[in-house]
């Protein structure tokens, strides 16, 4: 940890906050040179959509792009031209394609459209770009991309002449799935009608599969930010976010009582609590309260909060902008009013808390809501 750069993200005095967000840039730096080891003789670019996965796409994708990073993937064209303000000169493609509200955004920024369909396809060409674009081919995924036999044609008749061919991934997540195999035949024997185009295929999961799924150009999201990425691994990513509340007051409850909406825990013992500033409307899913979900049945764990190292449970309901811990074990002069709790970061892996709430680390990381103050190590 070298210098912290704080910005305000909107908010009119930061140190009012009772939610901050620390991201470490050196660690996406870091992550991104990992991935792009393990990405072998291709290129390695950068999923920077969802404002870098909640991160900040300023900050991440400047970072990335002094590394060495070259080719960018955001998920639409106003993600693109913020992007080119920051990157000049950078490969911006745009995940959702090309359609005719879009046109003018992606032609002033010199953005590159990823043509998903006929449709787009007959878009982005009927409106004269002579400037590059990418084709999406789905191999398994039924989400977007043209069908291979589509490919072909259009390979054939020169439709386009796109300057990258990709895919995606349906299952990178669990290497043995069959369906991985299947998609990489299949996307090897589309991309041999495209020889002048690069060829894309790898996710950050799919990069962990080697070379066979490495191709031109590899797209990492999730692991660049330090999430999982495969179910059979342990992590290798260093963690990038950090999210914590501010401890607002303490209370000590009696044997007996109760705690949060709907009353549903039931103290065991005389309880010292903490009453932290984060909640549902932060991003902190309601499913992950310590009791009284009835979705949450399946997942054991609840949420956790740490400090100093230190794990403390949930207490009851997740609320919209509070949150309780049972603080009764840790010294007493920890825990205590004025001090932060972690929600995840060093101590609590981002995946352990996604899991606590039912979910991903992606999607946990992608909600976090506007009331963070966001400091940059
Ligand atoms: C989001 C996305 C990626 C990055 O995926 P991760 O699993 O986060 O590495 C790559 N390609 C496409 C098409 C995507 O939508």
């Given at each position: 940890?070298?210098?912290?750069?704080?910005?305000?993200?909107?908010?009119?005095?930061?140190?009012?906050?009772?939610?901050?967000?620390?991201?470490?840039?050196?660690?996406?730096?870091?992550?991104?040179?990992?991935?792009?080891?393990?990405?072998?003789?291709?290129?390695?670019?950068?999923?920077?959509?969802?404002?870098?996965?909640?991160?900040?796409m300023a900050e991440a994708?400047?970072?990335?792009?002094?590394?060495?990073?070259?080719?960018?993937?955001?998920?639409?064209?106003?993600?693109?031209?913020?992007?080119?303000?920051?990157?000049?000169?950078?490969?911006?493609?745009?995940?959702?394609?090309?359609?005719?509200?879009?046109?003018?955004?992606?032609?002033?920024?010199?953005?590159?459209?990823?043509?998903?369909?006929?449709?787009?396809?007959?878009?982005?060409?009927?409106?004269?770009?002579?400037?590059?674009?990418?084709?999406?081919?789905?191999?398994?995924?039924?989400?977007?991309?043209?069908?291979?036999?589509?490919?072909?044609?259009?390979?054939?008749?020169?439709?386009?002449?796109?300057?990258?061919?990709?895919?995606?991934?349906?299952?990178?997540?669990?290497?043995?799935?069959?369906?991985?195999?299947?998609?990489?035949?299949?996307?090897?024997?589309?991309?041999?009608?495209?020889?002048?185009?690069?060829?894309?295929?790898?996710?950050?999961?799919?990069?962990?599969?080697?070379?066979?799924?490495?191709?031109?150009?590899?797209?990492?999201?999730?692991?660049?930010?330090?999430?999982?990425?495969?179910?059979?691994?342990?992590n290798p990513m260093r963690?990038?976010?950090?999210?914590?509340?501010?401890?607002?007051?303490?209370?000590?409850?009696?044997?007996?009582?109760?705690?949060?909406?709907?009353?549903?825990?039931?103290?065991?013992?005389?309880?010292?609590?903490?009453?932290?500033?984060?909640?549902?409307?932060?991003?902190?899913?309601?499913?992950?309260?310590?009791?009284?979900?009835?979705?949450?049945?399946?997942?054991?764990?609840?949420?956790?909060?740490?400090?100093?190292?230190?794990?403390?449970?949930?207490?009851?309901?997740?609320?919209?902008?509070?949150?309780?811990?049972?603080?009764?074990?840790?010294?007493?002069?920890?825990?205590?009013?004025?001090?932060?709790?972690?929600?995840?970061?060093?101590?609590?892996?981002?995946?352990?808390?996604?899991?606590?709430?039912?979910?991903?680390?992606?999607?946990?990381?992608?909600?976090?809501?506007?009331?963070?103050?966001?400091?940059?190590?």
């Amino acid at each position: 940890m070298t210098s912290i750069t704080s910005q305000t993200g909107g908010l009119a005095d930061p140190a009012a906050t009772t939610a901050r967000l620390t991201i470490d840039l050196s660690a996406i730096v870091e992550n991104w040179r990992t991935m792009r080891a393990l990405s072998g003789e291709a290129s390695c670019g950068a999923a920077v959509k969802g404002n870098a996965y909640g991160t900040g796409m300023a900050e991440a994708a400047v970072a990335l792009a002094k590394a060495g990073c070259r080719q960018f993937f955001v998920a639409d064209a106003n993600e693109g031209a913020a992007l080119r303000k920051l990157l000049p000169d950078a490969e911006i493609f745009i995940l959702s394609g090309a359609f005719d509200a879009a046109m003018p955004l992606l032609v002033e920024n010199r953005l590159t459209p990823v043509l998903n369909s006929l449709d787009q396809i007959a878009a982005w060409t009927s409106a004269g770009n002579d400037r590059p674009a990418a084709l999406h081919i789905d191999t398994g995924m039924n989400r977007l991309g043209i069908t291979p036999a589509e490919a072909v044609e259009i390979a054939e008749n020169r439709a386009v002449e796109p300057t990258l061919v990709m895919s995606h991934f349906a299952c990178a997540d669990s290497p043995d799935h069959p369906l991985n195999a299947i998609q990489i035949e299949r996307f090897a024997e589309v991309r041999g009608h495209f020889p002048e185009a690069r060829a894309s295929l790898a996710n950050s999961a799919g990069i962990h599969m080697g070379d066979a799924a490495g191709f031109d150009l590899t797209r990492p999201g999730i692991a660049l930010y330090g999430g999982e990425c495969r179910n059979d691994l342990p992590n290798p990513m260093r963690p990038v976010a950090k999210a914590e509340a501010r401890i607002l007051t303490n209370r000590v409850a009696k044997a007996g009582e109760t705690v949060s909406y709907g009353a549903t825990v039931t103290l065991g013992r005389d309880t010292r609590i903490a009453i932290c500033g984060i909640g549902y409307a932060d991003g902190f899913h309601r499913s992950s309260s310590g009791s009284g979900v009835p979705l949450r049945r399946e997942v054991q764990q609840a949420g956790m909060g740490a400090i100093e190292g230190r794990t403390v449970p949930l207490l009851g309901r997740v609320t919209m902008d509070l949150l309780m811990f049972d603080v009764t074990d840790l010294p007493e002069t920890l825990g205590v009013s004025g001090q932060w709790i972690e929600l995840f970061g060093e101590t609590i892996p981002l995946d352990d808390a996604a899991r606590a709430a039912g979910t991903i680390g992606y999607e946990l990381l992608t909600s976090l809501g506007r009331r963070y103050a966001r400091r940059y190590i």
